[in-house]
Each structure stands twice: as C-alpha cells, then as structure tokens.
C-alpha cells in the first residue's frame, strides 16, 4: 500500500539512485550511494513504514556500482502496475487531518481529503484490479492540480485512486425525511444545528449510513430506539479524540492503541461514571462502544459541539446497514429525520468493525471496516475451497493457497436483505480472490440459509462440517498449528452430530476430523426457539434438572416462571419433551442462571440475559460452586444439577446476587481446566485450543486462560477474527480444505 512511493520518497531524501520494482516475489529496491546514506535509508524502511504497510521480510545482497543518476519507479514485471490486492478503507491520516483544518490549504474543510495512506478502498471498488476506472470514483475526472498530485511520484497522493479536491471531487448534500433536496450553502453547519436540536439523522459513511443523534440527549435517543424497535441493545458512540474518549471510559494501553489505530474499530471499554452520555446508550451493561472519528466529516462533525454522538449502523432489526442513497431513504423511512448524503458512491457494504481487549490482547468481535478483505494467511496450502458460513453473524470464505479470504461481516440470514447482501459479498470474494471455486464447505444444519444455499450453487462436492468443530478449525488455522488438540468449544448453539443442539462440547480435533470426547450435561429447552427470547423456560428446565419432579416449588420461591397458569404447560411439553430440543449449550445455561439469579425473564436480542449477568460479576471471590464431572460410557460430562441446587439454596438464605454471579463466573474456567486435565490423562494431549460465543465474555475468557495456563496447558485463542459465529466459515474452509488434501 503505497509502498513503493514511499520507497521512492526515502530514497530522495537520502540522495540515493536506483529504482523500485514490483515482481511476483516481492518489491525489489537497488539503491546506489554513500554506505551511511544507504544505512540510514535501510533503518527508514523499517522505522518510517506507512501505516497500514506491512513487510514480512527484508533481504539485502551487493551488486555492481551502475553510476545510475536519479531515483525511478519502474513498471512491474507484468505490465501495468503488477498485482495489488484490495486493501481495507483506512482512516484519515495525521497530515491530511492537518490540511482539513488548515485555512490555507486547497482542501480546507473539504469532507473527501484523503492520500495514500488514507482514504476509502475496499467500499469503493466495482472491480479489480484497483485503478480509478474500477472504482466509484471514475465519475469525477481529476483536475489539472490533483492530476499533478497522482502523477507525481513525489507526491503523497501519487495513484492515491480517490483522489479529489472541491473544485474536481465528491460534494456532500442535506435531504429532508422525504429524500427532497435542502438547499443549504453548508449541509455540515446544518446538520450540526439539527443534531443539537435531538434530530435523528442518517449519515452516509464509509461502508454505509449511519443514524446519529446527540448522545447526551435523553429524549432523542428515545426517539431513536423506539424508532429502530431497538429498545435495550448497546449503541456505539463517537468521540472527538482519545481525551475525550478517557473522560467516559477507562482506557488501558491496549485499548487506547486500538482506538487510535488507523483501522478505528469501535471499542468496547469500560465505562466511567459521567454524564457526557445518556444512561439510555447502554443500559444495564458494564461495557461501552466507542469509536474515534475515522472520516474527515466525522472530524469536522465532533470538532466543536458534541461530547459524544451516537452512531449505529443505519437499519432495520436484523437487515444489513444501508449503502446507497435511495435505499437510505425508502429503508429508514420514519427512522432518520434528515439525509446527510453526497454522490461518491459506496459500492461494498461494510459495518463498522468491534474489537475488545482481553488477556492483554485484541479480540475481534465483528471484523469488517478496516480489516476485511485482509486475507488470513495459513501456514499451510489449500485447494480452492467456497465456505458459506452458519446462520447467524455469517462470513463466507474462499480458501485459496495459502490465503483465507474472509468477508466482511455480513450478519443474521433471516431476512431476503440479509440474504442479498450475503450473495454481493459472494460475487465481491469471488473477485477479490480471484476463483470461483467448486468444492463448497458449509454447516450440517438442514436448515440454515447457507446449507440450502449450497445445495443451489454449482458444485463439484459439499462438504458439511460440525459447528464447533469449525469453531476449533478456525482457531487453530490463525495460528497455524496442526496435529491433535483439545477444542473447547462454548457457544450458544449448533447442530450436532446426534441431532441434539450441542454448545458446550469439548472435542479432541484436528483439521479434518473430530471426537466428542465431553460436554456440558443435556436438558431441555423448553419451547426451543422461544426459550431464547425468555430464559425463565431455561431456569425451569435447569430446575427440573436438579429437582426432577419436584421443581416447582424451587421456581415459586425464586419466582421464576411469569404466570401460574404455565405451570402446567410447561410439565407438559418437558414430560412429553414436545418442542423441547436437549441441549448442552453453555450460552443457553448462562441465560438460564441469569434467570435464576432474578436478572431478567425475557431478552429482546441473544445474548442480553448472559451481558448482564457478566456486568454482575463484579469483585473477586474464592467461592467454587459444585459441579461434578460424570462419566457415561466413553464420554465425560459436566453435571450442572449441583450447582443449580446451591444456587437455589444460597438464596433461600438470602445470599447478595452478585457473589453467586462472580462464583459462577470463576467456577467455570476451574471446571473446564478439570475437564482438560481429565482429558489429559486419557490422551496426552495439552495444547488447548478455545472458540464459541460464550467467550465474548471477558472474566469468562481470562479466567479459562489463566486456570489451563497454570495446569501447564498450551492455549490458543482466536486474535484474526472473532472467537463467535464470524470465525465459522474459516473454519469450514480449512476442514474441507483438509479433508480434500487427506482424501477423506
Ligand atoms: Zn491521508
Ligand atoms: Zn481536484
Ligand atoms: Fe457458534
């Protein structure tokens, strides 16, 4: 990315000759000149990097003095500009933002200034290889002083494809609700105004809209929630700079550097007492999301008003984020009050990616802005292999090499948006990758979106891979290990080989294969599907599990179940076990204790109940609660039942509710590394390998880490992509991958 101008520049600025030039193997570099200038132009390639370059390995050797004059960029080997793959859109750079607001500069306050370290890429794109003509840039022909920038080598926009300036460039524009043209000499002043005023307004961005309102506003993120039907799920917020963004939350270094990273993810920190923000941007949860701006208009928008300004992905529940203009208008309408749009079009949708921090490490929670389509590489080589990912939070992935390109996220198959945008991001890997491959890696569940979708596609061979053991995959592909290991897999839910809804399994796995050597115990969810959105079923089931018959009287002293009338429904269809799937999911069995301990009965989005009750958790404690490993035949598993009875009896004695939330939360890892070790002795195996959902909780990921290290475990987890269902269709690709190789 912008690599071999930038060699150009240094080699200028060390009066050196010679030439850079793109092959196959690499960007070669011949340099001529005085031994201090050449030694000092070697520690500028490796001090003074761009921001997103990175370079794998340098080797030198001498040749013969040619007496070259001068310093050139030669045409790659191949003809044109050689082989440049797609890079992710990066934000504004230290030296552009200096010119947005520099009174003087050509490009003072103008919303598209961006170089070649900065800019959109990846949402721009219509086509390879990337030169302006295939971008969404081609409509605006560049002026004769941004030609001179793009031409010229020394220049830090040279081939910087969207390049722009006021007087050639993109312009931005304001609409009312109805889509209809606000004349209005500045749209930014304006909507500033608007804004202040607790209006909700849509924001064309880089991979998509965003709505924005003031975050500090109670009554306008009311507006805004009951408007998205988003009434309790986080919102991400934006703030001006790392100060600010210190002043709400409490930022470790970790945290602070992704922040401030040229791929500006949003953040989850923790938050700070502080009224700069509404308590209504997250409520009930301990974590808040929160990004710097990343577009110069997001700089010019937070430059003086707002200590905070909402900003959440423009849609409806469950439907992709908004890209093009018309679409904004007709999807958000009764949503958004004002349009801020402008004519660059953006031609890849892309969400904002979410990072935290655990174990003193980057974890991805949805990778796309920033550092899709960036190919995983593998210490391996693979066929050309399609995976199409789960059901929710997909990816796709082309294996291709020794490369995994993975998607941007694309989210939930349940709605035909959803399922449009999972077939753009087809076509668009498709491209980027450069294959149409026929061999097509996807999930055992019959009836996920993507299974079926498999079936549809042309293909020379499917091949179904087992939920976690594509989580277990996954993890080990970005480390590149190989051989057998032990897979923890907790999760909310996946099909599992026996037809029951697995999530709590601990596999002994390699690439191509797997045995399910333990798991959490199997119980009912009672309802199946609605047993998500209302976890008082889950503590029921968990009750009847430690009570057998006589749970009832456990559920109305904790006063579990909503209305007496579902007393006897709910014997009922767990008697007959009518629409009531096993499972051993340990995402499921968190909703249920959070059911239990009186957090809530019902969520309005996955995940909710076990959210809050990691926000419970606070403080330390030695307290185990009891739970028993049981064998049955070959198979270890993890008996709840005891531990369901303490708790029950801990509040009879009217024990605090959040002692039993920190000891449930350390319990857990002290088990799994009981698991391990028993798995251990049988096998001798000791590298553990983690993935699922559940370890999107934090004390639940640290504490594991730590419990397995000190049990002299090696433990792998994910840092490339997210530990939830985005990971999956890596997973299913190296397992195909794997299983073609071996010839299984
Ligand atoms: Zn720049
Ligand atoms: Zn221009
Ligand atoms: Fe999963």
């Known amino acids: 990315m912008g690599f071999r101008p930038f060699i150009y520049r240094l080699a200028a600025k060390h009066s050196l000759s010679g030439y850079v030039q793109n092959r196959s193997d690499g960007v070669v570099v011949e340099v001529e000149g005085p031994e201090v200038s050449i030694a000092s132009f070697m520690s500028g390639v490796q001090g003074e990097l761009p921001p997103l370059a990175e370079v794998s390995q340098i080797s030198c050797a001498e040749v013969e003095i040619k007496e070259d004059t001068g310093f050139r960029i030669i045409e790659s080997e191949s003809g044109g500009l050689g082989k440049v793959y797609i890079t992710p859109d990066i934000a504004t750079c230290s030296q552009c933002f200096a010119e947005l607001f520099d009174p003087e500069d050509r490009r003072f306050r103008y919303p598209f200034i961006n170089c070649t370290n900065c800019g959109p890429r990846l949402t721009i794109i219509k086509d390879i290889p990337y030169d302006r003509i295939n971008t969404s840039m081609s409509c605006f022909p560049l002026c004769p002083l941004c030609r001179g920038e793009y031409d010229n080598p020394a220049d830090r926009r040279f081939h910087a494809e969207p390049n722009a300036c006021p007087a050639c460039g993109p312009a931005l524009s304001l609409l009312d609700e109805a889509g209809k043209l606000l004349p209005d000499k500045d749209p930014l002043r304006k909507v500033v105004t608007l804004l202040l005023k607790g209006y909700v307004v849509a924001m064309k961005g880089l991979g998509g809209f965003h709505l924005a309102v003031d975050a500090a506003n109670d009554e306008a993120l009311k507006r805004l929630r009951s408007r998205k039907f988003r009434e309790e ?21 970790e945290e602070e550097a992704l922040l401030l990273s040229p791929q500006r993810p949003i953040v989850l920190v923790r938050r700070r007492e502080t009224d700069a923000i509404s308590p209504a941007v997250a409520p009930g949860v301990s974590d808040l999301g929160i990004m710097l701006p990343y577009t110069p208009l997001h700089h010019m928008l937070l430059e003086n008003h707002f200590q905070a300004l909402v900003m959440t992905s423009a849609n409806q529940v469950d439907e992709p984020i908004c890209m093009r203009n018309r679409e904004a208008i007709q999807r958000l309408r009764g949503i958004a009050d004002y349009f801020l749009v402008h004519n660059r079009d953006i031609l890849v949708r892309c969400d904002d990616s979410i990072v ?20 995983v590489t593998l210490k391996k080589w693979y066929p050309e292999i399609l995976a199409l990912g789960p059901q929710m939070k997909t990816t796709l992935c082309i294996l291709k090499g020794t490369l995994a390109f993975v998607s941007p996220h694309i989210g939930d198959m349940e709605t035909p948006e959803a399922r449009d945008f999972h077939q753009e991001s087809l076509t668009l890997m498709q491209k980027i990758a450069e294959c149409k491959p026929d061999i097509i890696a996807c999930d055992l569940h019959p009836s996920y ?26 993890a080990m592909a970005e480390h590149g290990i190989e051989g057998e290991v032990i897979g923890v897999a907790m999760d909310g839910t996946g099909y599992g080989l ?39 079923r889950i503590a029921v089931s968990l009750l009847r599990e430690a009570y057998g018959n006589n749970w009832q009287e456990a559920a109305e002293e904790l006063q579990i179940v909503p ?18 799937p096993l499972t051993s999911s340990l995402g499921r069995l968190f909703d249920g204790v959070a059911a239990l301990l009186g957090v809530r009965k019902m969520v309005t989005f996955e995940g909710q109940a076990a959210m809050e009750l990691e926000a419970m958790a606070k403080g330390k404690t030695d307290v185990l609660l009891p739970v028993d490993i049981r064998e049955t035949g070959n198979v270890l598993c993890l008996d709840f039942s005891p531990m ?24 857990l890892p002290v088990v799994f590394r009981d698991m391990a070790e028993a798995i251990r002795r049988r096998t001798g195996i000791d590298r553990v390998v983690l993935s699922g959902g559940c370890f999107q909780n934090r004390i639940l990921t640290e504490g594991t880490i730590s419990e397995l290290e000190k049990a002299g475990f090696v433990v792998y987890f994910h840092h490339l992509l997210p530990t939830n269902d985005g990971c999956i269709s890596l997973g299913q690709a190296v397992c195909a991958g794997a299983q073609v190789m071996r010839g299984i």
Request: hydrophobic share 40%; charged share 25%.
């Open 356 to 375: 935290t921090v655990s174990s003193g490490k980057k974890r991805m929670l949805r990778r796309s802005r920033g550092f899709a389509p960036k190919p």
């Open 233 to 253: 799920k986080p919102l991400a917020i934006m703030v001006k700079d790392i100060s600010a963004a210190a002043r709400i939350a409490q930022l470790g270094k």
């Open 644 to 667: 369901i009875r303490n708790i029950v009896d801990e509040i009879r004695k009217g024990r605090n509710k959040t002692e039993i939330a920190c000891a449930f939360h350390v319990t």
């Open 563 to 580: 209305e007496k009338s579902y007393y006897e429904t709910m014997n009922r269809i767990m008697v007959q076990k009518f629409n009531s």
């Open 498 to 536: 026996d037809g029951t809804v697995w999530g709590g399994e601990f596999l002994v796995a390699e690439e191509a294969a797997f045995t399910r050597i333990g798991h959490i115990m199997n119980y009912l969810l009672p309802g199946g599907e609605k047993a998500i959105r209302e976890p008082w």
């Open 449 to 474: 979106y993507t299974t079926k979708l498999a079936e549809e596609l042309p293909a020379s061979r499917i091949i179904k891979v087992q939920h976690h053991h594509a989580h277990i995959v996954s």
